[in-house]
Structures are given as C-alpha cells and as structure tokens.
C-alpha cells in the first residue's frame, strides 16, 4: 500500500528527493511521515506533514535541510533532501498515520500503522 523510491548513492553536500506512493485509502486524511534507520541504531522519525499538508514536523537533525511534501491528487509523500551528511545514511521508510484526521502529533512508530518497504540512502564523505 506504500511504496518508498529514491534512494541511491550521493556524495555529501548532494540532494535526494524520495517518493512514496500510496493507495488512496492510506493516505487520504492521514498524517505521513518519513523515518529512518541506521544500521545498529533504532528507527527515528525525521519528518512529518499533516493530512491537509499545512502542518510539518521535522527532527532537529534535519531541520533547514529536509522538507517534507505530499500532493494529495496523486496521493504521494516526498522527502527533499538537502545539504546530505553521511551521518544520513539510513534506510528510509515512509508510514501512514493509524488514525484520521489525527490532530495531534504523531512522531513515534506506534502512531502508523502503514509502512513502506523502504529505501537505501547512502552518503559518502
């Protein structure tokens, strides 16, 4: 129902823009998020936009680099990421909120219960 692209291999300081597409009935009304895991490190939640799109939540970590969007015709999520550090690399998964119109904020694993298959990125130094 997910289905996370994009990934690939790019030098620090380079961009990525991440795709997820999903079916319309994990997405409309849903908050979408994007997390990531390194290797050996638990999966973090890096960003957040709200079913209507105009509310964004981002980590610490990648505030003022990445920008979450989502285009609600073609029922889509997208990461752009700037400013890549090698620190990033990870695989990143896209996730759908559990709930409808959630009008708090959701930035643990427990609140999606949608996920993507995810997508390697990789930054060299």
């Given amino acids: 129902q997910l289905q996370a692209s994009g990934g690939g291999l790019v030098q620090a300081g380079?961009?990525?823009?991440?795709?997820?597409?999903?079916?319309?009935?994990?997405?409309?009304?849903?908050?979408?998020?994007?997390?990531?895991?390194?290797?050996?490190?638990?999966?973090?939640?890096?960003?957040?936009?709200?079913?209507?799109?105009?509310?964004?939540?981002?980590?610490?970590?990648?505030?003022?680099?990445?920008?979450?969007?989502?285009?609600?015709?073609?029922?889509?999520?997208?990461?752009?990421?700037?400013?890549?550090?090698?620190e990033d690399t990870a695989v990143y998964y896209c996730a759908a909120d559990s709930v409808w119109r959630r009008t708090t904020v959701a930035v643990t694993e427990a609140s999606y219960a949608y996920w993507g298959q995810g997508t390697l990125v990789t930054v060299s130094s």
């Fill in 14 to 86: 380079g961009s990525l823009r991440l795709s997820c597409a999903a079916s319309v009935s994990t997405f409309t009304n849903r908050r979408m998020a994007w997390f990531r895991q390194a290797p050996g490190k638990e999966r973090e939640v890096v960003a957040v936009v709200r079913w209507s799109g105009g509310s964004t939540y981002y980590a610490d970590s990648v505030k003022g680099r990445f920008t979450i969007s989502r285009d609600n015709a073609k029922n889509t999520v997208y990461l752009q990421m700037n400013s890549l550090k090698p």
